[in-house]
């Protein structure tokens, strides 16, 4: 089973492990249809912060628990040790995200060579004098009324969710806030509306007006785009039976189908529909 499929060359955990055989294959096709766009993560979150705090206002990113949450710090922490952050708090509001870092600090084994050499040389990107990690949801609140410059992470990615709702509701109307997403918003959710450039949401039952500015960091994104899944792919020494194609919208798990019927040559693949059943033989 391929599932999420991660990327490739990025910080912290190593880059999804070759696998060359399987009797049934079940694949994700989130980015079916796209590949991410060239970008550097890490000068977009430099630009981002430098305009914060020149303008005293607050930088809002929803963001995944796993993966997302650590890879921000990760470029948090380079742009530190190059001298290159401005130096306003930066705060983790996510129970499920302070919990995730701690384990991504534990698991040794999967970290990468980059984040051994950080983590050799004491110079974690998870240290508590850079970053606060939020567990008192009576402290999260109050933060809200305090005046910028600050950085908060907070989940749900999607904002269908959690605290970053919150965060929304208090400052959503405010010129002086950014929003930044880093990764997909699906159909239906807030986040959704917002990057396809609501002008008005409703956040606990109230019309907000949207005057914060809406930015978008899809170089972050923890899927693989439809590349980086044939390239994977690439390593199986045959093809699976079957192999499914799921969660993705319509078009992406078509066009994923197509590129690996096209690309790859295989045949047996399928995009299962809500209740259908197949027999494993």
């Given amino acids: 089973m391929g599932g999420d499929l991660g990327r490739y060359d990025t910080p912290i955990i190593k880059d999804p492990s070759d696998v060359d055989f399987a009797e049934y294959l079940v694949i994700e096709?989130?980015?079916?249809?796209?590949?991410?766009p060239e970008g550097n993560a890490k000068e977009m979150l430099a630009e981002i912060a430098?305009?914060?705090d020149r303008n005293q206002g607050i930088l809002l990113v929803p963001s995944f628990a796993i993966g997302r949450t650590q890879e921000l710090l990760w470029y948090i922490n380079e742009l530190e040790s190059e001298g290159r952050w401005p130096g306003f708090p930066i705060y983790v509001d996510s129970p499920m995200a302070t919990a995730s870092t701690l384990l991504y600090q534990e698991v040794e084994e999967d970290h990468d060579k980059d984040m051994k050499i950080v983590m050799d040389e004491g110079n974690s990107p998870f240290r508590q004098d850079m970053v606060r990690f939020v567990?008192?949801?009576?402290?999260?609140?109050?933060?809200?009324s305090s005046p910028g410059p600050w950085m908060v992470i907070a989940g749900s990615g999607m904002c269908n969710g959690g605290r970053i709702l919150h965060h929304l509701g208090a400052h959503l109307d405010e010129e002086d806030t950014t929003v930044l997403f880093t990764g997909y918003q699906?159909?239906?959710?807030?986040?959704?509306?917002l990057l396809d450039?609501?002008?008005q949401v409703r956040i606990f039952g109230r019309e907000m007006d949207v005057r914060a500015d809406i930015r978008r960091m899809e170089m972050l994104s923890a899927h693989a785009d439809y590349s980086e899944m044939l390239r994977w792919l690439g390593g199986f020494k045959?093809?699976?039976?079957?192999?499914?194609?799921?969660?993705?919208?319509?078009?992406?798990s078509l066009a994923m189908?197509?590129?690996?019927?096209?690309?790859?040559?295989w045949t047996g693949v399928e995009i299962p529909v809500q209740g259908e059943r197949f027999e494993l033989s």
Avoid: C, M, W
């Fill in 29 to 36: 096709s989130t980015y079916g249809n796209r590949l991410h």
């Fill in 50 to 52: 430098a305009e914060i």
């Fill in 135 to 144: 567990r008192d949801r009576q402290f999260s609140k109050q933060l809200n």
């Fill in 186 to 193: 699906a159909e239906g959710t807030l986040g959704r509306q």
């Fill in 197 to 199: 450039g609501a002008e």
């Fill in 238 to 252: 045959e093809q699976p039976k079957k192999t499914f194609i799921v969660h993705g919208e319509p078009d992406a």
């Fill in 257 to 265: 189908k197509q590129h690996v019927e096209e690309e790859l040559g």
